[in-house]
């Protein structure tokens, strides 16, 4: 079954609100005919406004780096599904490992931050990958089967329907050494399958990005492999030339 790409642009904890303005015109200006690709762009919440109005009328959706798993009263400086919906945001990144690492996010409640995604009705972009340390340990698809269980554990592999993972491994993240083409086909034809032994139709259409240290030089080859459906991008997504050659990237490659 033919997936339809996606490549998301996580710009982390950067930008300003003439920043915001300034990256998605020129996002709309190098994207513009570009067919074959879903693109989403996760700019720092406090810039959700700015981004909905530069978006209005674009195909760039609008996502989210994260989301609390309350959707209302005494969680001080949290953010809800139904805030992010109020500024059209579609793609939320959870369990990205920056999070996981400095904000001692677990398994179960990025499983319920999960669920939360699923309930308002919001595409759960699920950021999984080993460290440094457990790839030289050879615990890669261990790490990712255990992430990718908490949330079948609790809601069930149907949850996956619709929704996005990201496998970011983390010694590749904002490192500049991207896992080359085969290794991270491989840890993907693993995702898929852990999912398939549960659901084929659900591992069928399931969107499995790639993230880290994806660019404009090596996005092409990333996305010649099978199950490489897009790619989730840090730092070349906070300019527009690089970020439109990866788009331009995967809809060449899966069309
Ligand atoms: P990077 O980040 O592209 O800068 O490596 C990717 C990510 O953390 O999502």
């Known amino acids: 079954m033919a997936r339809r790409p996606l490549v998301m ?81 579609k793609y939320i990144i959870i369990g990205h490992s920056e999070r996981r690492t400095y904000h001692k996010e677990s398994d179960e409640f990025i499983a319920k931050k999960f669920a939360a995604l699923k309930e308002a009705g919001l595409v759960p972009v699920l950021c999984i990958g080993e460290s440094e340390a457990e790839n030289e340990a050879g615990k890669t698809e261990e790490v990712c089967a255990r992430q990718i269980d908490a949330v079948i554990n609790a809601l069930g592999v149907e949850a996956f329907n619709g929704a996005v993972i990201a496998y970011e491994p983390i010694w590749a993240i904002g490192t500049g050494k991207s896992a080359t083409p085969a290794q991270a086909q491989a840890v993907h034809a693993f995702i898929r ?59 060449a490659a899966k069309n």
Do not use: R
């Open 193 to 251: 399958g852990h999912i398939a032994a549960k659901s084929q139709a659900v591992a069928d259409q399931v969107i499995i990005q790639y993230g880290g240290s994806v660019n404009d030089a090596n996005a092409a080859e990333l996305f010649t492999q099978p199950d490489i459906d897009g790619a989730l991008v840090g730092g070349a997504s906070l300019k527009a030339p690089a970020f439109a050659v990866i788009v331009k990237a995967a809809a």
């Open 9 to 89: 642009g996580n710009w982390k904890l950067n930008g300003s609100k003439a920043f915001t303005k300034e990256l998605i015109e020129g996002l709309k200006a190098e994207l513009a005919g570009v067919n074959g690709c879903d693109v989403a762009i996760a700019p720092p919440v406090m810039y959700l406004a700015e981004a909905e109005a530069a978006l209005a009328g674009s195909q760039i959706a609008l996502g989210a780096q994260n989301v609390d798993v309350n959707v209302q009263g005494a969680f001080t400086g949290d953010i809800s599904t139904a805030m992010l919906k109020d500024f059209g945001a």
